[in-house]
């Protein structure tokens, strides 16, 4: 029996779509059939077996379509395996740490707990300063947030890998 599994995000610069498609990536090279797409072209989640969703994190929140997408499809998430996964802070050092603690968005967190995931990750993000407006560069440089690629692939890689070895034990 194959295994069809959907890594569905939210991504405002492309941090955390190359992400999803490194999991997307890591899911397929175990020998399972992976779509990866924005939540925004996610129209049917009947034909997928398991999903992994993520977002970017801006200050705490995770991006609003993703709570679109939680919403319009709560019963069927609540009906197959989930994995979600955060990208966002930025600098060295454990990801929590570095969010102090936060594991899922306060927006959110209601109708992910009735969802029961299987494993919730935050990642470190990217954050390139060329790519913000004027506005978020202002914010950036007076909250002194790090710029640079922080995204730690062999992390990224072994929580995808672990999300493939629980579904083929259940294939």
């Known amino acids: 029996m194959e295994i069809k599994v959907v890594v569905a995000y ?3 610069y492309g941090a955390t779509a190359e992400i999803a498609e490194k999991v997307g990536q890591t899911l397929r090279q175990a020998g399972l059939q992976v779509d990866v797409m924005s ?18 994190i801006y200050m705490g929140q995770w991006r609003k379509e993703v709570g679109k997408f939680l919403k319009a499809n709560e019963k069927l998430l609540t009906e197959r395996p989930v994995w979600v996964f ?7 050092g454990d990801p929590v740490q570095l969010v102090k603690g936060w594991r ?14 299987r494993g919730i990750a935050i990642f470190h ?16 440089r007076n909250v002194k ?8 692939w062999d ?17």
């Open 39 to 56: 939540v925004n072209l996610v129209r049917d989640l009947t034909s997928y077996k398991a999903v992994v969703l993520g977002s970017a």
């Open 86 to 92: 955060s990208s966002g802070p930025m600098g060295k």
């Open 125 to 140: 993000g990217m954050l390139d300063m060329k790519k913000l407006n004027f506005f978020e560069r202002w914010i950036i």
């Open 145 to 152: 947030a790090p710029a640079g690629d922080f995204r730690d």
């Open 155 to 171: 992390a990224i890689a072994s929580w995808a890998a672990a999300i493939a070895r629980e579904l083929q034990k259940r294939g």
């Open 104 to 117: 899922l968005p306060r927006g959110q967190r209601a109708i992910i707990e009735r969802i029961k995931p």
């Open 10 to 12: 939210a991504s405002k």
